[in-house]
């Protein structure tokens, strides 16, 4: 019902249809899905109600790290993001506490628990992500024992995720090539050095006084892992956002919702808010659209978008209004979102009175930035176990930066193990930093006035660290200062008598989709403009009408299509070819997706009160709780915690500490006069049985 | 900065003991301080806690002591309105064994000449008070229904509220770093932040307790040992007591277990020989060992899932008793200290009593109680039921 069943990027694999229950009813499931993945497809958002008040209770990380998703399966309570569907599974939802199952006594009492397994090994790489993966080819190469754990059932981390061509510089990190492939590319890579292990399904549960490291294996198995250096690449989690109706089921991570619609190919929304215009929520939006969904509209606080700006300019011009200077006041509705009401902000960022719009809508992505899940390596340097950290673990970044730092630190680990890897290249450090570094600045746009030949336009005026334009032109016409990536491109006229042949493989392969192709070769006045389009084919064909834009999204005109060229060369990346008047040609830079209804404003705003507001989304405390003990004074959180439960709950404080630490800054309180509550494991929670080596396997459960 | 306020009473750590110590004496109308090194209330041991209360102990001395911290307890949120999730859940120690039988049953005899309300059930009436005990070789076990728990976060926080109400000052991330004595009397206590003048001074620092005498030049025998805890997620109610297994095996003492009021089951267990010292890092071994029993003897529980661990210490006396008396050694100087892991249990009893004793009201009731705990005690015997 809500499938993606066709993808202009995704292939959409056959899958076996198998059957379970929802509520005692038939619930149709596509083979090796999670269960979240099947009760959306299934249209259902809301997995449960909250033992505490009633709250609806639904999808929120869908990457195991909250329990938001817990429904009951064959009486079990478990995450519906990570827990695979089995044929016959009875599903419920679980509202309030749910029921401890009770098992046979009598049998239970004579299963013989086997004692904990313990593993020694010399690198533990907690995350398969970029990092994870390239450090471990690094290890790999020179035959260093390495176990790399994954908590997911497929290695690549959010890779899998990313359907877009990677920024970054071609030789060290792959760029041009769309993320789901590079992380394909790195597993196989991994999966050849006979050292390295790859433990899948697999979660580090905590870093212990001993320097051993509790993993959960395939859900069941409990090994104590002694490395003799730990290696954290276990990536990011997602900030939240405080607002009323921000506990919604339908509101919820940009991550998530790649997570539901790229990896479980689902469609999640009819229509989508987007909270958040760095470049995980512009990506985001590109990844709904191209998934079949309409997106309302983008609010960023700031007054420019703080992603790149190729990302920024190609939602525009596809549709997208992007509002910055503009926040969310409120998702609405009580157990779905109906609705999302914005507001302009001033210079101090609170929202103008007058200025509250509100958009039809049922889901709200909240892209507002990430975090390090760094615990891990925390605690080992805290226990004084050999431990680095990469990729996003270390330092919030792109994902190319991920893959080039998970080098670094493989052979940082095994210069650690004493082994000689040399001296390491200032040149790989340079690079690091430079595939980490912000969006540098804008030039303006200087539309080239030629109007003769054939010729690429370049609509890419912010630097940033990409440089897969330079590599393709067979006559080398495209150039960039070559000791540093971030600088912007340019076309040479000509080179050794030599100039465009019109190829368009510049055009195709741009991430940014901000290369155009002029030719005017046939018709001067009326010159073919090729344009990238990453949508179905069948989207576009010869004969249609379509509103041309510029850099910006402002419309040009309406022209006609001319071709519609999809090749296997261009790796799924259309190109539209256009006829459009001399006058814009030059100017042209992409093709509206998206009618500019969608984007249409209710008639008049919706308003929802303040008490609303939800910090911790566990144990639904709300601001009006916390921001009290401030006032009265209240500078630590663990007192905080101890009156309210604020972080007492399942996700382990993960969701709302950085929320905590918002309220105190919104009442005015110096960060230094904050004391935080201690990290404690476990980071995951696991059962008794587990712990106590029984596995699940006696009553059937946890088998695949 | 300058200090040298002064006050009736200051009572070094503001904990389990401390701060419903605060609370009674600031009823009588004292002016108190309470000094802690964290900060805010029960950062120490309090809130490592895992909140059994029970008076069924084998001593007078604790008996009354938490008779009256159960009343206090159970009828805090009717008199105050605060929630402490109190909750009359009992205590029942197992035994599936001759040996835990014979120890239990010798101390039912003591506890009921104390009038408490415990009672032995064979294993078919404690089937039915824990429905989800491993009937296997159950032989029976203790019951106490008047015994209960409650959250040690929400108590020790609504004392120090209400302490706070009725003028107690507090005062944390303060190190007390000495003491003024002028001829063998305590005039004052001194912090790396200020001074403050008082003639009476109450050592509550609980595993800090021995170093805090030590800047009195008194020894105190009180050593901390460690024990890991933890809490599960929350179910419905399945589980009503606070269960014991006194049984001893490789690597471990005693264990023990509730269902909280929130639906979570806090566990927590002697690890054995005693980890002594002051470390409170968390270990890998401490899940399996106590997983591995608790399943066994519910083995409901294999699905339960745990959600956070912690390591607390318990300030352990030689004999298991607190030390609870003035010094000898510095008028004004009282120790109320090696609560031995029950210092939760003890507090609000404790409090009343140290009140009684600075206003010097004391009955006869509680000279017995405060001779059983004497610092100058011959610490020969040893407590059957830590």
Request: proline share 6%.
């Amino acid at each position: 019902m809500y499938r993606i069943e066709q993808h202009p990027i995704l292939p959409i694999p056959a899958r076996k249809s198998i059957s379970l229950t929802w509520k005692g009813g038939p619930l149709e499931a596509l083979e090796g899905e999670t269960l979240s993945a099947a009760l959306f497809a299934a249209g259902i958002r809301v997995f449960g109600h909250h033992a505490k008040d009633g709250a609806a209770q639904g999808i929120f990380c869908a990457n195991g790290q909250c329990a938001q998703c817990l429904v009951l399966a064959d009486g079990i309570p478990v995450k519906s993001c990570m827990e695979l569907v089995r044929p016959g599974m009875r599903v419920e939802p679980v509202e309030g506490l749910p029921e401890l199952p009770s098992v046979d006594a009598a049998v239970a009492g004579t299963a013989k628990p086997r004692p904990v397994e313990t593993l020694h090994v010399p690198v533990l790489v907690i995350g398969g992500g970029p990092a994870g993966l390239s450090a471990g080819i690094e290890l790999g190469k020179r035959g260093i024992e390495t176990l790399i754990i994954d908590d997911k059932h497929r290695l690549g981390g959010k890779l899998v995720l990313q359907t877009h061509r990677f920024f970054g510089s071609i030789e060290a990190v792959y760029a041009g090539t769309r993320g789901i492939d590079i992380a394909t590319r790195l597993e196989h890579e991994v999966r050849a050095f006979p050292h390295v292990r790859v433990w899948l399904q697999s979660a580090a549960l905590a870093v212990y006084s001993d320097k051993t490291v509790g993993v959960l294996v395939e859900g069941r198995r409990y090994v104590l892992v002694k490395p003799d250096v730990l290696l954290t690449t276990a990536g990011a989690r997602e900030k939240n956002l405080a607002f009323p109706g921000n506990t919604l089921p339908g509101v919820y991570g940009a991550g998530a919702f790649q997570t539901l619609v790229n990896r479980d190919l689902v469609k999640p929304t009819g229509r989508l808010f987007i909270v958040g215009g760095g470049n995980v929520g512009l990506i985001a939006g590109y990844h709904a659209l191209q998934a079949g969904i309409s997106v309302v509209g983008l609010v960023e606080i700031l007054a420019e978008c703080g992603g790149y700006k190729v990302h920024r300019d190609k939602l525009a011009r596809l549709g997208v209004p992007i509002y910055t200077s503009h926040t969310v006041l409120s998702a609405n509705g009580t157990d779905a979102v109906g609705s999302v009401t914005i507001a302009r902000v001033d210079a101090r960022f609170k929202p103008v009175a007058g200025t509250e719009r509100s958009f039809d809508c049922d889901t709200v992505l909240i892209a507002v930035g990430l975090d390090p899940v760094n615990e891990f390596h925390e605690k080992a340097r805290e226990f004084g176990l050999p431990s680095f950290a990469a990729g996003d673990a270390e330092e919030i970044a792109e994902a190319s930066a991920a893959i080039f730092s998970g080098k670094i630190r493989g052979l940082e680990v095994a210069r650690a193990l004493g082994h000689d890897v040399g001296e390491i290249s200032p040149d790989w450090y340079r690079t690091a930093d430079i595939l980490k570094s912000h969006p540098g600045k804008t030039t303006p746009e200087q539309t080239p006035a030629d109007a003769a030949g054939v010729f690429p336009v370049i609509h890419c005026h912010q630097e940033i660290p990409c440089d897969p334009c330079t590599g393709v032109c067979p006559n080398d016409l495209i150039e960039m200062d070559e000791t540093d990536i971030r600088l912007l491109p340019s076309f040479v006229g000509e080179k050794s008598g030599k100039g465009c042949t019109g190829c368009e493989k510049c055009v195709a392969i741009c991430p940014g989709l901000a290369i155009t192709l002029v030719d005017y070769r046939k018709d001067a006045d009326f010159p073919t403009v090729a344009i990238p389009f990453e949508f179905l084919k069948d989207t576009l064909k010869a004969g249609d009408t379509v509103t041309v834009e510029d850099t910006l999204g402002n419309a040009l005109g309406r022209v006609e299509v001319g071709a519609v060229k999809a090749i296997k060369a261009n790796d799924r990346t259309v190109i539209v070819k256009v006829r459009a008047p001399r006058e814009y040609a030059n100017k042209i830079a992409g093709i509206r997706v998206q009618p500019a209804e969608v984007g249409e404003p209710l008639g008049r705003y919706v308003e929802r009160t303040a008490e609303d507001t939800v910090i911790c989304r566990c144990e639904r405390v709300t601001a009006g709780d916390i921001r009290k003990l401030i006032r009265e004074g209240v500078r630590d959180i663990n007192e905080i915690k101890s009156v309210t439960r604020a972080s007492m709950g399942s996700c382990g404080a993960k969701t709302c500490t950085p929320l905590i630490h918002r309220l105190f800054r919104e009442e005015g309180v110096p960060e230094s006069e904050i004391v935080d509550q201690p990290k404690r494991p476990l980071f995951l929670e696991v059962s008794l049985g587990v712990f106590a080596g029984l596995g699940q396997e006696e009553d059937g459960h946890g088998r695949e | 900065m300058v200090g040298n306020k002064s006050y009736d009473v200051v009572i070094v750590g503001a904990g389990s003991v401390g701060a419903p110590a605060a609370l009674s004496l600031a009823e009588t109308g004292l002016r108190v301080l309470v000094i802690d090194q964290y900060p805010s209330v029960g950062q120490g041991s309090n809130k490592r806690a895992i909140g059994g209360l029970r008076a069924t102990h084998s001593d007078p001395a604790k008996i009354r002591l938490c008779l009256r911290s159960l009343e206090i307890f159970s009828t805090w949120q009717e008199r105050f309105g605060d929630k402490i999730e109190w909750r009359k859940g009992g205590y029942s120690f197992v035994a599936y064994r001759g040996e835990e039988e014979r120890t239990l049953k010798e101390l039912l005899v003591v506890q009921k000449n104390y009038g408490l309300n415990i009672d032995w059930l064979d294993a078919k009436a404690l089937l039915g008070v824990i429905p989800d005990l491993n009937p296997e070789s159950l032989i029976g076990g203790t019951f106490s229904p008047d015994d209960g728990h409650a959250s040690p976060l929400l108590a020790i926080h609504a004392f120090y509220s209400r302490a706070k109400k009725l003028g107690a000052e507090f005062r944390f991330q303060e190190r007390v770093t000495g003491y003024d004595i002028d001829g063998g009397q305590i005039r004052g206590v001194r912090t790396d932040k200020g001074a403050y003048a008082a003639a009476v001074v109450v050592n509550a620092a609980g595993p800090w307790g021995a170093e805090m005498a030590a800047l009195a030049g008194i020894d105190v025998p009180v050593r901390p040992d460690s024990h890991e805890g933890a809490v599960t997620e929350a179910v419905a109610r399945f589980l009503e007591p606070m269960v014991v297994d006194i049984r001893p095996v490789a690597g471990s003492a005693n264990y023990y277990f509730y269902q909280h009021d929130t639906g979570q089951v806090i566990f927590c267990i002697t690890p054995s020989p005693s980890i002594w010292g002051m470390d409170v890092r968390e270990t890998s071994s401490f899940l399996p060992m106590v997983a591995r029993r608790m399943v066994e003897l519910i083995p409901r529980l294999k699905n339960l899932r745990v959600r956070r661990t912690w390591r607390g210490l318990y300030p352990m006396t030689p004999d298991g008793f607190p030390i609870v008396g003035w010094t000898r050694e510095l008028k004004g100087y009282m120790l109320a200290v090696g609560m031995c892991g029950q210092g939760f249990m003890l507090g609000p009893g404790l409090g009343e009593l140290l009140a009684r004793m600075v206003l010097g009201t004391t009955d006869e009731k509680d000279r017995q109680t405060l001779s059983y705990l004497s610092p100058y005690r011959e610490f020969k015997g040893q407590e059957k039921l830590k």
